[in-house]
């Protein structure tokens, strides 16, 4: 009976830091956290467990070996559902899953919210992205290239004959 009850309790634990593959999500309050003690940068993946696209970029997208390398190196993995009442902190505020959403503009799924390590808004991406595509956006926002340039400098920067 407590083998069974440990068993729930470490399943029921780990559905705010779901773990894909070999990458570690966790939520938005501890991914807040991780940031400021790595400065590294945080991808948010703001899904809703109907949506086929989100699980489409969880099979084909983050389980990409290139993908899942480059996001364990430059960023916090924080899973956010759009229309879930999960208490989150914001600041000294708490609030939830549906409002973090609401707050940084989201309104179709997937999509990949983009922030500095200290919690600011950096950028944010609607829709499902092939591994190829979302590469180049990990390192477009990873990189700093955003604060020298457009996103269609970037990749003709990538695309231009010698690199």
Do not use: H
Not at 115 to 132: E, H, N, Q, R, W
């Amino acid at each position: 009976m407590l083998l069974g009850i440990l068993l729930f309790a470490n399943t029921s634990s780990n559905m705010n830091s779901a773990n894909s593959g070999n990458l570690r999500w966790t939520n938005y309050t501890d991914g807040i956290q991780q940031a400021s003690v790595t400065n590294k940068k945080i991808l948010i993946d703001v899904y809703t467990d109907w949506c086929g696209w989100c699980k489409k970029m969880e099979s084909d997208t983050y389980s990409d070996d290139r993908i899942e390398s480059y996001l364990r190196e430059n960023y916090i993995l924080v899973k956010l559902n759009a229309e879930s009442d999960a208490k989150e902190m914001l600041g000294e505020v708490e609030v939830t899953q549906a409002s973090l959403a609401k707050a940084y503009g989201v309104t179709g799924y997937p999509t990949t919210v983009f922030l500095m390590p200290d919690g600011k808004f950096i950028t944010s991406v609607a829709g499902y992205m092939k591994p190829t595509e979302f590469s180049q956006v990990l390192k477009f926002i990873g990189e700093d290239y955003y604060k020298k340039m457009s996103y269609q400098d970037y990749l003709n920067l990538q695309n231009s004959p010698g690199r």
